[in-house]
Protein backbone atom coordinates (compact mmCIF):
# COMPACT_ATOMS: atom_id res chain seq x y z
CA UNK A 1 0.00 0.00 0.00
CA UNK A 2 1.44 3.38 -0.95
CA UNK A 3 2.34 5.80 1.92
CA UNK A 4 -0.57 8.03 0.41
CA UNK A 5 -3.45 6.08 0.69
CA UNK A 6 -2.05 4.50 4.02
CA UNK A 7 -2.41 8.35 4.97
CA UNK A 8 -5.72 8.55 3.69
CA UNK A 9 -6.71 5.76 5.38
CA UNK A 10 -5.46 6.80 8.80
CA UNK A 11 -7.58 10.33 8.49
CA UNK A 12 -11.19 8.59 7.36
CA UNK A 13 -10.53 6.77 10.32
CA UNK A 14 -9.79 9.75 12.82
CA UNK A 15 -12.39 11.67 11.16
CA UNK A 16 -15.12 9.62 12.13
CA UNK A 17 -13.69 9.31 15.83
CA UNK A 18 -13.85 12.60 15.78
CA UNK A 19 -17.43 13.00 14.56
CA UNK A 20 -18.72 10.27 17.15
CA UNK A 21 -17.21 11.39 19.72
CA UNK A 22 -18.86 14.83 19.77
CA UNK A 23 -21.91 12.80 19.21
CA UNK A 24 -21.56 10.25 22.25
CA UNK A 25 -19.87 13.58 24.65
CA UNK A 26 -23.15 15.35 23.85
CA UNK A 27 -25.48 12.65 24.66
CA UNK A 28 -26.61 12.81 28.88
CA UNK A 29 -25.33 9.34 29.45
CA UNK A 30 -21.91 10.19 29.51
CA UNK A 31 -21.94 13.38 31.27
CA UNK A 32 -23.88 11.13 34.52
CA UNK A 33 -21.63 8.58 33.99
CA UNK A 34 -18.87 11.23 34.95
CA UNK A 35 -20.77 13.16 37.03
CA UNK A 36 -21.96 9.98 39.00
CA UNK A 37 -17.89 8.68 39.16
CA UNK A 38 -16.83 12.25 40.68
CA UNK A 39 -20.17 12.14 43.44
CA UNK A 40 -18.61 9.18 44.40
CA UNK A 41 -15.37 9.77 44.87
CA UNK A 42 -15.47 13.14 46.38
CA UNK A 43 -17.61 11.68 49.24
CA UNK A 44 -15.50 8.89 49.79
CA UNK A 45 -12.97 11.14 50.08
CA UNK A 46 -14.68 13.76 51.78
CA UNK A 47 -16.28 11.03 54.34
CA UNK A 48 -14.23 7.99 54.02
CA UNK A 49 -11.22 8.89 55.55
CA UNK A 50 -7.65 9.09 54.09
CA UNK A 51 -7.09 8.20 50.28
CA UNK A 52 -6.11 4.82 50.17
CA UNK A 53 -9.35 3.65 51.99
CA UNK A 54 -11.01 6.01 49.32
CA UNK A 55 -9.35 4.10 47.10
CA UNK A 56 -10.29 0.87 48.13
CA UNK A 57 -13.42 1.48 48.21
CA UNK A 58 -13.15 3.03 44.34
CA UNK A 59 -12.18 -0.33 43.00
CA UNK A 60 -15.45 -2.04 44.08
CA UNK A 61 -17.12 0.71 42.16
CA UNK A 62 -15.07 0.74 39.35
CA UNK A 63 -15.55 -3.04 38.88
CA UNK A 64 -19.05 -3.28 39.34
CA UNK A 65 -20.36 0.19 37.40
CA UNK A 66 -17.63 0.51 34.65
CA UNK A 67 -18.24 -3.34 32.75
CA UNK A 68 -21.95 -2.97 33.26
CA UNK A 69 -22.35 1.15 31.98
CA UNK A 70 -20.08 0.03 29.23
CA UNK A 71 -21.60 -3.04 28.01
CA UNK A 72 -25.08 -1.53 27.98
CA UNK A 73 -24.41 2.24 26.62
CA UNK A 74 -22.11 0.57 24.17
CA UNK A 75 -25.01 -1.89 22.84
CA UNK A 76 -27.05 0.12 22.79
CA UNK A 77 -25.61 3.06 21.33
CA UNK A 78 -24.34 0.82 18.64
CA UNK A 79 -27.95 -0.96 17.82
CA UNK A 80 -28.87 3.11 17.47
CA UNK A 81 -26.27 3.92 15.49
CA UNK A 82 -26.93 1.13 12.56
CA UNK A 83 -28.71 3.94 9.91
CA UNK A 84 -25.92 6.03 10.59
CA UNK A 85 -23.40 3.15 10.18
CA UNK A 86 -25.16 2.05 6.99
CA UNK A 87 -24.89 6.28 6.03
CA UNK A 88 -21.07 6.13 6.31
CA UNK A 89 -20.63 2.82 4.75
CA UNK A 90 -22.22 4.29 1.68
CA UNK A 91 -19.41 6.54 1.50
CA UNK A 92 -15.73 6.08 0.09
CA UNK A 93 -14.65 4.97 3.46
CA UNK A 94 -13.28 0.97 4.16
CA UNK A 95 -15.23 -0.83 6.64
CA UNK A 96 -11.77 -1.43 8.78
CA UNK A 97 -11.41 2.53 9.09
CA UNK A 98 -15.16 2.77 10.13
CA UNK A 99 -15.05 -0.20 12.48
CA UNK A 100 -12.07 1.58 14.44
CA UNK A 101 -13.46 4.76 13.90
CA UNK A 102 -16.76 3.58 15.79
CA UNK A 103 -14.41 1.95 18.29
CA UNK A 104 -12.24 4.75 19.54
CA UNK A 105 -14.96 7.12 18.93
CA UNK A 106 -16.88 5.08 22.06
CA UNK A 107 -14.18 3.58 23.91
CA UNK A 108 -12.62 7.04 23.95
CA UNK A 109 -15.60 9.07 25.53
CA UNK A 110 -16.64 6.36 28.09
CA UNK A 111 -12.93 6.09 29.58
CA UNK A 112 -12.54 10.18 29.46
CA UNK A 113 -15.37 10.28 31.30
CA UNK A 114 -14.45 7.87 34.04
CA UNK A 115 -10.89 9.33 34.41
CA UNK A 116 -12.68 13.13 34.54
CA UNK A 117 -15.15 11.76 37.12
CA UNK A 118 -12.22 9.96 39.55
CA UNK A 119 -9.19 12.18 38.73
CA UNK A 120 -11.27 15.50 39.33
CA UNK A 121 -11.66 14.93 43.28
CA UNK A 122 -8.29 13.83 43.88
CA UNK A 123 -7.10 16.82 42.28
CA UNK A 124 -9.34 18.76 44.29
CA UNK A 125 -8.29 17.59 47.43
CA UNK A 126 -5.07 16.74 46.53
CA UNK A 127 -2.88 13.57 46.75
CA UNK A 128 -1.86 11.75 50.08
CA UNK A 129 2.00 10.69 48.65
CA UNK A 130 3.72 9.15 46.07
CA UNK A 131 1.96 5.37 47.01
CA UNK A 132 -1.22 6.83 46.64
CA UNK A 133 -0.44 8.24 42.98
CA UNK A 134 0.87 5.53 42.06
CA UNK A 135 -2.14 3.54 42.85
CA UNK A 136 -4.04 6.37 41.69
CA UNK A 137 -2.72 5.96 38.20
CA UNK A 138 -3.35 1.63 38.51
CA UNK A 139 -7.00 2.32 39.18
CA UNK A 140 -6.94 4.47 36.20
CA UNK A 141 -5.20 2.54 34.16
CA UNK A 142 -7.96 -0.99 35.15
CA UNK A 143 -10.65 1.68 34.22
CA UNK A 144 -9.65 2.27 31.08
CA UNK A 145 -8.63 -1.57 29.99
CA UNK A 146 -11.84 -2.53 31.35
CA UNK A 147 -14.03 0.18 29.13
CA UNK A 148 -11.71 -1.01 26.01
CA UNK A 149 -12.43 -4.49 27.33
CA UNK A 150 -16.46 -4.47 27.59
CA UNK A 151 -16.87 -1.67 24.30
CA UNK A 152 -15.04 -4.36 22.39
CA UNK A 153 -17.67 -7.26 23.69
CA UNK A 154 -20.28 -4.79 22.99
CA UNK A 155 -19.56 -4.18 19.63
CA UNK A 156 -19.29 -8.49 19.41
CA UNK A 157 -23.18 -8.40 20.23
CA UNK A 158 -24.42 -5.35 18.16
CA UNK A 159 -22.46 -6.70 14.85
CA UNK A 160 -23.69 -10.78 15.60
CA UNK A 161 -27.15 -9.97 16.78
CA UNK A 162 -29.99 -8.10 14.71
CA UNK A 163 -32.14 -8.10 17.19
CA UNK A 164 -31.84 -4.73 19.50
CA UNK A 165 -33.63 -6.45 22.66
CA UNK A 166 -31.98 -9.96 22.13
CA UNK A 167 -28.51 -7.93 22.24
CA UNK A 168 -29.50 -5.94 25.49
CA UNK A 169 -30.22 -9.07 27.21
CA UNK A 170 -27.15 -10.60 26.04
CA UNK A 171 -25.19 -7.81 27.46
CA UNK A 172 -26.86 -7.98 30.57
CA UNK A 173 -26.25 -11.80 31.02
CA UNK A 174 -22.77 -11.17 30.06
CA UNK A 175 -22.37 -8.53 32.68
CA UNK A 176 -24.29 -10.71 35.69
CA UNK A 177 -21.83 -13.73 33.93
CA UNK A 178 -18.48 -11.91 34.56
CA UNK A 179 -19.50 -9.92 37.73
CA UNK A 180 -21.70 -11.86 39.54
CA UNK A 181 -22.45 -15.65 38.63
CA UNK A 182 -18.69 -16.00 38.54
CA UNK A 183 -17.85 -15.08 41.90
CA UNK A 184 -20.66 -18.00 43.10
CA UNK A 185 -19.19 -20.49 41.19
CA UNK A 186 -16.08 -20.21 42.18
CA UNK A 187 -17.31 -20.57 45.44
CA UNK A 188 -18.77 -23.24 44.20
CA UNK A 189 -16.29 -25.15 43.07
CA UNK A 190 -13.84 -24.63 45.68
CA UNK A 191 -16.35 -26.22 48.45
CA UNK A 192 -16.87 -29.28 46.12
CA UNK A 193 -13.33 -30.08 45.06
CA UNK A 194 -11.64 -29.01 48.22
CA UNK A 195 -9.73 -32.33 48.53
CA UNK A 196 -8.04 -31.81 45.01
CA UNK A 197 -5.27 -29.60 43.93
CA UNK A 198 -7.42 -26.40 42.56
CA UNK A 199 -4.39 -23.82 41.46
CA UNK A 200 -4.31 -24.17 37.94
CA UNK A 201 -7.65 -24.54 37.76
CA UNK A 202 -8.22 -21.39 39.68
CA UNK A 203 -6.30 -19.58 37.70
CA UNK A 204 -7.48 -20.52 34.17
CA UNK A 205 -10.86 -19.56 35.85
CA UNK A 206 -9.29 -15.97 36.73
CA UNK A 207 -7.67 -15.38 33.53
CA UNK A 208 -11.48 -16.38 31.76
CA UNK A 209 -12.80 -13.35 33.51
CA UNK A 210 -11.61 -9.76 32.55
CA UNK A 211 -13.33 -8.34 35.63
CA UNK A 212 -11.57 -10.82 38.26
CA UNK A 213 -8.31 -9.74 36.46
CA UNK A 214 -8.63 -6.37 36.72
CA UNK A 215 -9.57 -7.25 40.81
CA UNK A 216 -6.39 -8.97 41.37
CA UNK A 217 -4.65 -6.59 39.38
CA UNK A 218 -5.74 -3.45 41.39
CA UNK A 219 -5.89 -5.41 44.83
CA UNK A 220 -1.78 -6.42 44.46
CA UNK A 221 -1.41 -2.61 45.03
CA UNK A 222 -3.14 -2.96 48.28
CA UNK A 223 -1.93 -4.79 51.55
CA UNK A 224 -4.71 -6.77 51.70
CA UNK A 225 -4.42 -10.06 51.38
CA UNK A 226 -8.15 -11.08 53.37
CA UNK A 227 -9.85 -8.86 49.62
CA UNK A 228 -7.78 -10.67 46.88
CA UNK A 229 -10.05 -13.66 47.25
CA UNK A 230 -9.58 -17.05 46.43
CA UNK A 231 -7.98 -16.53 42.60
CA UNK A 232 -6.34 -13.97 43.74
CA UNK A 233 -4.41 -15.29 46.41
CA UNK A 234 -3.36 -17.92 44.44
CA UNK A 235 -2.32 -16.36 41.68
CA UNK A 236 -0.03 -13.87 43.64
CA UNK A 237 1.23 -17.20 44.98
CA UNK A 238 1.98 -18.62 41.26
CA UNK A 239 3.27 -15.53 40.09
CA UNK A 240 4.29 -13.30 42.14
CA UNK A 241 3.80 -9.62 42.82
CA UNK A 242 5.37 -8.07 40.01
CA UNK A 243 5.28 -11.14 37.01
CA UNK A 244 1.40 -11.28 38.06
CA UNK A 245 0.96 -7.50 37.02
CA UNK A 246 2.22 -8.11 33.92
CA UNK A 247 0.25 -11.28 33.39
CA UNK A 248 -2.81 -9.30 34.43
CA UNK A 249 -2.47 -6.74 32.50
CA UNK A 250 -1.12 -8.68 29.22
CA UNK A 251 -4.49 -10.75 29.49
CA UNK A 252 -6.52 -8.42 29.79
CA UNK A 253 -5.07 -7.01 26.49
CA UNK A 254 -6.13 -9.86 24.57
CA UNK A 255 -9.96 -9.92 26.27
CA UNK A 256 -9.58 -6.53 24.36
CA UNK A 257 -7.84 -7.96 20.87
CA UNK A 258 -9.58 -11.08 20.26
CA UNK A 259 -13.38 -10.05 20.66
CA UNK A 260 -12.23 -6.52 18.27
CA UNK A 261 -10.64 -8.95 15.81
CA UNK A 262 -13.53 -11.34 15.69
CA UNK A 263 -15.81 -8.03 15.84
CA UNK A 264 -13.42 -7.13 12.84
CA UNK A 265 -13.96 -9.59 10.71
CA UNK A 266 -17.74 -10.14 11.21
CA UNK A 267 -18.52 -6.65 10.61
CA UNK A 268 -16.25 -7.03 7.25
CA UNK A 269 -18.71 -10.00 5.83
CA UNK A 270 -22.01 -8.36 7.70
CA UNK A 271 -24.73 -7.47 5.45
CA UNK A 272 -26.66 -4.22 6.06
CA UNK B 1 -23.56 2.66 -15.43
CA UNK B 2 -24.76 -0.54 -13.26
CA UNK B 3 -24.89 -3.64 -14.65
CA UNK B 4 -26.15 -6.30 -12.73
CA UNK B 5 -25.55 -9.72 -13.84
CA UNK B 6 -26.81 -12.88 -12.24
CA UNK B 7 -26.78 -11.04 -8.94
CA UNK B 8 -27.95 -13.46 -6.45
CA UNK B 9 -28.74 -13.46 -2.52
CA UNK B 10 -29.71 -15.56 0.35
CA UNK B 11 -30.77 -14.30 3.86
CA UNK B 12 -30.72 -17.75 6.04
CA UNK B 13 -33.49 -19.71 3.83
CA UNK B 14 -34.87 -17.05 1.95
CA UNK B 15 -33.66 -16.67 -1.72
CA UNK B 16 -34.18 -12.86 -1.37
CA UNK B 17 -32.94 -12.51 -5.40
CA UNK B 18 -32.34 -15.23 -7.86
CA UNK B 19 -30.21 -13.95 -10.80
CA UNK B 20 -30.87 -10.24 -11.50
CA UNK B 21 -29.95 -8.40 -14.84
CA UNK B 22 -30.50 -5.07 -14.24
CA UNK B 23 -29.18 -2.37 -15.94
CA UNK B 24 -28.66 1.30 -14.94
CA UNK B 25 -27.94 3.67 -18.50
CA UNK B 26 -26.15 6.79 -17.89
CA UNK B 27 -28.19 9.86 -17.74
CA UNK B 28 -31.16 7.74 -17.47
CA UNK B 29 -33.92 7.68 -14.82
CA UNK B 30 -34.32 4.03 -13.66
CA UNK B 31 -37.37 2.75 -11.62
CA UNK B 32 -37.21 -0.44 -9.47
CA UNK B 33 -40.37 -1.78 -9.15
CA UNK B 34 -41.41 -4.75 -7.16
CA UNK B 35 -44.33 -5.69 -4.70
CA UNK B 36 -43.40 -5.32 -0.49
CA UNK B 37 -40.17 -7.72 0.20
CA UNK B 38 -39.59 -8.17 -3.58
CA UNK B 39 -35.62 -7.34 -2.45
CA UNK B 40 -35.78 -3.38 -3.76
CA UNK B 41 -33.62 -2.19 -1.05
CA UNK B 42 -31.01 -5.49 -1.12
CA UNK B 43 -30.57 -4.51 -4.46
CA UNK B 44 -30.08 -1.09 -3.69
CA UNK B 45 -27.56 -1.70 -0.67
CA UNK B 46 -25.55 -4.01 -2.95
CA UNK B 47 -25.05 -1.16 -5.35
CA UNK B 48 -23.09 0.60 -2.68
CA UNK B 49 -21.73 -2.58 -0.81
CA UNK B 50 -23.31 -2.22 1.90
CA UNK B 51 -24.50 -6.18 1.23
CA UNK B 52 -23.03 -8.64 -0.73
CA UNK B 53 -24.16 -10.55 -3.44
CA UNK B 54 -23.50 -14.55 -2.93
CA UNK B 55 -23.28 -15.03 -6.87
CA UNK B 56 -23.06 -12.72 -9.77
CA UNK B 57 -21.17 -9.66 -10.26
CA UNK B 58 -22.48 -5.93 -9.84
CA UNK B 59 -20.37 -3.66 -12.28
CA UNK B 60 -19.79 0.22 -11.66
CA UNK B 61 -18.70 1.92 -15.16
CA UNK B 62 -17.39 -1.44 -16.30
CA UNK B 63 -15.54 -2.05 -12.72
CA UNK B 64 -16.72 -5.04 -10.24
CA UNK B 65 -17.82 -3.15 -6.87
CA UNK B 66 -16.93 -5.96 -4.96
CA UNK B 67 -13.93 -4.95 -2.45
CA UNK B 68 -14.21 -1.60 -4.05
CA UNK B 69 -14.51 1.30 -1.93
CA UNK B 70 -13.71 4.79 -4.08
CA UNK B 71 -16.70 4.67 -6.17
CA UNK B 72 -18.64 5.39 -4.08
CA UNK B 73 -17.73 8.67 -4.01
CA UNK B 74 -19.75 9.29 -7.27
CA UNK B 75 -22.76 7.87 -5.73
CA UNK B 76 -25.12 10.03 -3.53
CA UNK B 77 -27.59 7.46 -1.66
CA UNK B 78 -30.76 8.53 0.28
CA UNK B 79 -31.58 5.71 2.05
CA UNK B 80 -35.51 5.20 3.20
CA UNK B 81 -35.55 5.32 7.07
CA UNK B 82 -33.87 8.29 8.06
CA UNK B 83 -32.13 8.55 11.19
CA UNK B 84 -28.93 9.67 12.15
CA UNK B 85 -26.50 10.46 15.25
CA UNK B 86 -29.39 12.37 17.46
CA UNK B 87 -26.92 14.90 18.90
CA UNK B 88 -25.12 16.10 15.96
CA UNK B 89 -27.05 18.87 14.14
CA UNK B 90 -27.68 18.94 10.42
CA UNK B 91 -24.89 21.39 9.78
CA UNK B 92 -22.65 18.40 11.33
CA UNK B 93 -23.42 16.10 9.45
CA UNK B 94 -22.89 17.99 6.42
CA UNK B 95 -19.71 18.78 7.47
CA UNK B 96 -19.04 15.35 8.04
CA UNK B 97 -19.82 13.96 5.18
CA UNK B 98 -17.96 16.81 3.21
CA UNK B 99 -15.24 15.91 5.41
CA UNK B 100 -15.27 12.53 4.38
CA UNK B 101 -16.00 12.63 0.47
CA UNK B 102 -12.92 14.92 1.19
CA UNK B 103 -14.40 16.44 -2.57
CA UNK B 104 -12.76 19.57 -4.27
CA UNK B 105 -16.07 20.74 -6.00
CA UNK B 106 -18.11 22.87 -3.83
CA UNK B 107 -20.84 21.29 -2.61
CA UNK B 108 -24.50 21.90 -3.97
CA UNK B 109 -26.46 23.25 -1.58
CA UNK B 110 -29.83 24.08 -3.89
CA UNK B 111 -32.02 21.30 -2.02
CA UNK B 112 -30.88 23.10 1.22
CA UNK B 113 -31.78 26.37 -0.14
CA UNK B 114 -35.37 25.33 -1.61
CA UNK B 115 -36.36 23.20 1.12
CA UNK B 116 -36.08 26.21 3.36
CA UNK B 117 -34.21 23.58 5.63
CA UNK B 118 -31.24 26.35 6.92
CA UNK B 119 -32.44 27.12 10.46
CA UNK B 120 -33.13 23.59 10.84
CA UNK B 121 -29.55 22.57 10.47
CA UNK B 122 -28.68 24.40 13.49
CA UNK B 123 -30.39 22.03 15.56
CA UNK B 124 -29.71 18.55 17.12
CA UNK B 125 -31.04 16.21 14.83
CA UNK B 126 -33.17 14.58 17.43
CA UNK B 127 -35.30 17.26 18.00
CA UNK B 128 -36.14 17.48 14.01
CA UNK B 129 -39.14 15.88 12.86
CA UNK B 130 -39.56 12.92 10.68
CA UNK B 131 -40.32 14.67 7.79
CA UNK B 132 -37.69 17.52 8.38
CA UNK B 133 -35.39 14.48 8.23
CA UNK B 134 -36.47 13.22 5.59
CA UNK B 135 -35.87 16.41 3.85
CA UNK B 136 -32.39 16.83 5.39
CA UNK B 137 -31.88 12.97 3.89
CA UNK B 138 -32.56 13.88 0.20
CA UNK B 139 -30.17 17.18 0.98
CA UNK B 140 -27.10 14.70 1.79
CA UNK B 141 -27.86 13.00 -1.92
CA UNK B 142 -27.48 15.81 -3.97
CA UNK B 143 -25.22 17.55 -2.21
CA UNK B 144 -21.75 16.38 -3.65
CA UNK B 145 -23.18 16.32 -7.24
CA UNK B 146 -22.83 12.99 -7.43
CA UNK B 147 -22.98 11.17 -10.98
CA UNK B 148 -25.44 8.23 -9.92
CA UNK B 149 -28.41 9.08 -7.04
CA UNK B 150 -29.69 6.12 -5.27
CA UNK B 151 -33.28 6.91 -4.09
CA UNK B 152 -35.18 4.69 -1.97
CA UNK B 153 -38.38 5.82 -1.69
CA UNK B 154 -38.06 9.40 -1.41
CA UNK B 155 -41.05 10.89 -0.92
CA UNK B 156 -42.23 8.71 1.81
CA UNK B 157 -42.87 11.36 4.66
CA UNK B 158 -42.37 14.34 2.38
CA UNK B 159 -44.94 16.86 2.35
CA UNK B 160 -46.41 17.86 -1.69
CA UNK B 161 -44.53 20.73 -1.33
CA UNK B 162 -41.03 19.20 -0.46
CA UNK B 163 -41.86 16.61 -2.93
CA UNK B 164 -42.67 18.52 -5.88
CA UNK B 165 -39.20 20.18 -5.29
CA UNK B 166 -37.55 17.35 -4.65
CA UNK B 167 -39.23 16.06 -8.28
CA UNK B 168 -37.78 19.02 -9.70
CA UNK B 169 -34.59 17.85 -8.61
CA UNK B 170 -34.57 14.87 -9.89
CA UNK B 171 -35.63 16.53 -13.20
CA UNK B 172 -32.98 19.22 -12.90
CA UNK B 173 -29.51 16.87 -12.56
CA UNK B 174 -31.54 14.34 -14.66
CA UNK B 175 -31.25 16.75 -17.74
CA UNK B 176 -27.70 17.60 -16.34
CA UNK B 177 -26.97 14.60 -17.80
CA UNK B 178 -27.01 12.31 -14.05
CA UNK B 179 -27.96 8.69 -13.83
CA UNK B 180 -30.69 8.13 -10.74
CA UNK B 181 -32.17 4.76 -9.45
CA UNK B 182 -35.39 5.26 -7.87
CA UNK B 183 -37.64 2.77 -6.13
CA UNK B 184 -41.47 3.95 -5.01
CA UNK B 185 -44.56 2.31 -4.71
CA UNK B 186 -46.08 5.31 -6.53
CA UNK B 187 -46.49 4.98 -9.63
CA UNK B 188 -47.81 8.14 -10.56
CA UNK B 189 -44.72 9.15 -9.45
CA UNK B 190 -41.95 7.16 -11.50
CA UNK B 191 -44.09 7.46 -14.42
CA UNK B 192 -43.27 11.07 -14.24
CA UNK B 193 -39.81 10.99 -13.03
CA UNK B 194 -38.55 7.37 -15.32
CA UNK B 195 -36.79 6.43 -18.26
CA UNK B 196 -36.77 3.07 -17.69
CA UNK B 197 -38.29 0.39 -15.45
CA UNK B 198 -37.45 -2.75 -13.80
CA UNK B 199 -40.07 -4.70 -12.22
CA UNK B 200 -38.92 -7.15 -9.70
CA UNK B 201 -40.72 -10.25 -8.35
CA UNK B 202 -39.81 -13.24 -6.49
CA UNK B 203 -36.44 -12.33 -6.38
CA UNK B 204 -35.88 -12.17 -11.10
CA UNK B 205 -36.43 -9.22 -12.90
CA UNK B 206 -39.49 -10.06 -14.77
CA UNK B 207 -39.62 -6.65 -16.60
CA UNK B 208 -36.86 -4.57 -17.79
CA UNK B 209 -37.15 -1.87 -20.28
CA UNK B 210 -38.38 1.41 -21.56
CA UNK B 211 -41.48 3.00 -19.62
CA UNK B 212 -43.21 3.12 -23.35
CA UNK B 213 -42.09 -0.41 -24.02
CA UNK B 214 -44.00 -1.60 -20.90
CA UNK B 215 -46.89 0.34 -21.86
CA UNK B 216 -47.11 -1.62 -25.21
CA UNK B 217 -46.23 -4.89 -24.18
CA UNK B 218 -48.68 -4.64 -21.55
CA UNK B 219 -50.96 -2.60 -23.86
CA UNK B 220 -51.85 -0.61 -20.76
CA UNK B 221 -52.07 3.32 -20.89
CA UNK B 222 -50.45 3.95 -17.70
CA UNK B 223 -47.86 2.29 -15.40
CA UNK B 224 -49.90 1.62 -12.19
CA UNK B 225 -52.20 -0.63 -14.65
CA UNK B 226 -49.56 -1.81 -16.40
CA UNK B 227 -47.17 -2.85 -13.49
CA UNK B 228 -50.88 -4.43 -12.18
CA UNK B 229 -51.18 -6.64 -14.72
CA UNK B 230 -47.68 -7.98 -14.64
CA UNK B 231 -48.21 -8.50 -11.16
CA UNK B 232 -51.39 -10.66 -11.92
CA UNK B 233 -50.10 -12.16 -14.97
CA UNK B 234 -46.93 -13.43 -12.60
CA UNK B 235 -49.43 -14.80 -10.37
CA UNK B 236 -51.14 -16.56 -12.57
CA UNK B 237 -47.94 -18.11 -13.81
Known sequence: ?272 | MIEMRGVSKRFGRVDVLRGVDLDARTGRVTAVIGPNGAGKTTLIKMILGLARPDGGRILFDGRDVANEVGYRARIGYMPQIARFPENLTGADLLAMLEDLRGGTTPVDRELVERLALGDQLAKPLRVLSGGTRQKVNAALAFLFRPELLILDEPTAGLDPVSSSILKDEVHRARAEGRTFIITSHIMSELEELSDDVAFLLDGTVRFSGTLEELKRVTRQANLERAIAQLMTRGAAA
Not at chain 1, 177 to 201: H, K, Q, T
Not at chain 1, 205 to 223: E, G, S, T
Not at chain 1, 238 to 265: D, K, M, Q, Y
Open chain 1, 1 to 272: MSRMSRMSRMSATTKVIKYEMSNVVRSRWVLAYALFFFLVTDALLRFGGDGTRALLSLVNIVLFIIPLVTIVFGTMYLYDAREFTELLLAQPVHRRQLFAGLYVGLALPLSLGFLAGVGLPFALHGLGGATEGATLAALALAGVLLTSVFTAIAFLIAVRSEDKVKGLGLAIAIWLAFAVVYDGLVLLAVSIFADYPLERPMVAMMLANPVDLARVFLLMRFDVAALMGYTGAVFERLFGTERGVILALGVLGAWCAVPLALGLRWFQRKDF
